[in-house]
Structure formats: structure tokens, C-alpha cells
């Protein structure tokens, strides 16, 4: 009896890559994202904070966009009397999911401008693998860069300049900021901004915020050592999933504190760092990790640390009202107040 002839299998079906609970791609190119929220239209949140956000866009080419967070002016006080600093914002996702108008990242951010009282652009970069890195870090470099030219513009005609940024933002008091991927992404645009392209910008970049960023690297540090060979394993195999051609768990990209970075950390062109991770979450050490060696790496400004006890990865995103995330806030908003700022 002669055995039946193959069938092919559906490319649309069969699986090439699974990084679940992310994402998953099929041979035949289609993605399936997983851990998706309640995408939320820009508009007035006029049951809570009432911040007022927009969608512009930076790129038509690429589809670059951003959604801005124009906080309420104080009561008996005009929004033309003082000028509002500027946080520009990466949120995470693991470089494959995500969306600033996911509900919890839009809630937060209206909180987190509301509270700052600070103009917030949080930049909706490209995702992986449709846009594999370092497609991300370009697009958050130039939403730096738009959010800049905008802001300065206010003190030229203000023709064709975005209306938000030219009136409200002070380019003298710019704050980058990210969660976890985009704790990453905002590492590397400061690096960028404290490079030869620093003189271009014309703004002051203040701080840089990372909450619960995600670097990883070779050598193991804290309790990564003790975890699953197949989990790190399945976390280098993700990056190699983002970054294509990437030299692996130590390009720079990953780790700004490899051989292969030189150095490059010492440039961060914020003024001053700091750096939030919490006791459960898997890159907590990863995150510690950072702070030492930012520290120590020839960083000219001041480096703090903030730990959230008893909770994991963004917890701030998914139980926002907890003690600790009101902690956390309390904390990034006295970051974004200090003296003299």
C-alpha cells in the first residue's frame, strides 16, 4: 500500500515564531498580538483629570504619530501665564505590543499630566516584527526632534507649528520618560541627544525617567542567575525576534553597557536620572543592574533609584490606585518638581 501523498500545510497556520503571551507570526507573514486593551479615542477626560489630548502626526510617510496631554490650567490661574514642561513619553510592550491609546497607558498618562501639570507627547513608534529595531528607537528620535521644532516655534512666527507645543510647552524643561521598552527606548534617545546631534535639538533636556526598563545581556546578574535556562532562552530568542541580524542578548541596543556599546551610556544628555523597578518583577535586578553601572559609567548628573515593594512588572498601569503605584506617582512627580526645574 502506497502511502498517501503529503499535504501541504496552510503557511497561514503554521506557526514560525510564538512568544506568547506577546505575540505570535505564521510562515505566511500574519501576526496575532496577544494582551490587547481597550483602544481609547483622544478627547477631553472630563471624569477624571480633565486633561485634553490630541493625535498628530509627525511622519505621513511613516505613519508616525503622537498623542499630546494638555493638562487643565490651576484653578485661578491662566493658561498663559507660565509655560508647561514637556515629558516626552515611550510606553512599552516589549517593542511587539502596545499603543498609547491602550486604556491603561491613555489613563496614566492623563494622570501623569494632570498631576506634573506638564504638557505629555507620547510618541506612537512602530512595532516589531512588521518594523523590526531598531525601526523604534529611529521613530522615538524623531518625535524628540518634532516635539523641538514645534516648541521652539514659539518664539519665531509659530507659522505651521503645532499649536499645543508653540503655545504651552517650555523647551527649556524637556523630561523623557518610558516603561519598559520604552524605558529602554528613552535611554537610548537621551544617548542620542547627548551625542553630536545634541546641539540640533535647542531643548534642555531635565530628566530622564525609566520605570521598569527592559535591558537584558549575556552574563546573568542578580536572580536572572537562577532562573530557567529555557526562559532565558525563550527572552534572548524574543530580542533576536525584534532585532533581526542583532549580535544577540549584548548589542547595544539591549545592553548599554556591553563592549560593544562603549561606553555610550556616559552620554545621556538628561540632567538627571531616575530609575524605578519593582521587588516582583522578573527585571527588577536588570533595572538595579542600570542604576549601578549608570552611575558609574562617567554620567555627570545625578542617578536615584526608587523600588516599589510587593509588586510586578507595571503594576502602575494595571492596578493604578494601589499604595504603591500612589507611591510611585508621588515620587516620579517630586523627580519632575525638583528645585529650580
Known amino acids: 500500500m502506497q502511502d498517501k501523498e503529503a499535504i501541504p500545510m496552510d503557511p497561514d497556520s503554521e506557526v514560525l515564531h510564538d512568544f506568547h503571551p506577546f505575540v505570535r507570526q505564521y510562515k505566511s507573514g ?30 505621513p510617510t511613516s505613519g508616525l504619530w503622537a498623542r499630546l496631554y494638555l493638562p487643565p490650567p490651576p484653578p485661578a490661574v491662566s493658561r498663559d501665564d507660565a509655560k508647561l514642561p514637556v515629558i516626552v513619553y515611550y510606553d512599552g510592550g516589549a517593542f511587539v505590543i502596545g499603543s498609547t491609546a491602550d486604556r491603561p497607558t491613555h489613563e496614566y498618562l492623563n494622570s501623569l499630566a494632570a498631576g506634573a501639570n506638564a504638557l505629555v507627547v507620547s510618541v506612537e513608534y512602530r512595532r516589531a516584527p512588521e518594523h523590526p529595531l531598531p525601526a523604534a528607537h529611529d521613530d522615538a528620535w524623531e518625535g524628540l526632534e518634532w516635539v523641538a521644532s514645534h516648541a521652539a516655534a514659539a518664539g519665531e512666527d509659530g507659522a505651521g507649528a503645532e499649536p499645543w507645543l508653540a503655545e504651552h510647552g517650555d523647551p527649556s524643561r524637556v523630561f523623557l520618560a518610558g516603561s519598559s521598552a520604552g524605558g529602554n527606548i528613552a535611554h537610548h534617545v537621551a544617548v542620542r541627544a547627548g551625542g553630536g546631534e545634541r546641539g540640533s535639538l535647542g531643548v534642555r533636556v531635565r530628566g530622564l525617567l525609566v520605570i521598569h526598563p527592559y535591558f537584558i545581556g549575556e552574563a546573568p546578574v ?8 529555557a526562559l532565558k532562552a525563550w527572552g534572548d530568542a524574543l530580542w533576536r525576534f525584534v532585532c533581526p541580524g542583532t549580535p544577540g542578548p549584548d548589542d547595544p541596543l539591549c545592553n548599554p553597557f556591553s563592549e560593544a556599546a562603549g561606553g555610550s551610556a556616559a552620554r545621556v544628555a538628561a540632567e538627571r536620572v531616575l530609575v524605578c523597578v519593582a521587588e516582583k518583577d522578573l527585571l527588577r535586578d536588570r533595572g538595579v543592574w542600570y542604576y549601578e553601572n549608570l552611575k558609574g559609567s562617567g554620567y555627570r548628573g545625578e542617578v536615584e533609584l526608587h523600588e516599589s515593594a510587593g509588586e510586578g512588572h507595571v503594576f502602575h498601569y494595571t492596578n493604578p490606585g494601589c499604595e504603591q503605584a500612589r507611591e510611585l506617582q508621588a515620587r516620579v512627580l517630586r523627580f519632575l518638581h525638583v528645585e529650580g526645574v
Open 222 to 229: 542578580g536572580m536572572e542567575a537562577a532562573l530557567d535556562a
Open 30 to 59: 500574519r501576526v496575532v498580538r496577544f494582551a490587547t486593551a481597550d483602544i481609547i479615542p483622544a478627547g477631553t477626560d472630563t471624569a477624571g483629570t480633565g486633561v485634553s489630548s490630541r493625535d498628530v502626526v509627525i511622519n
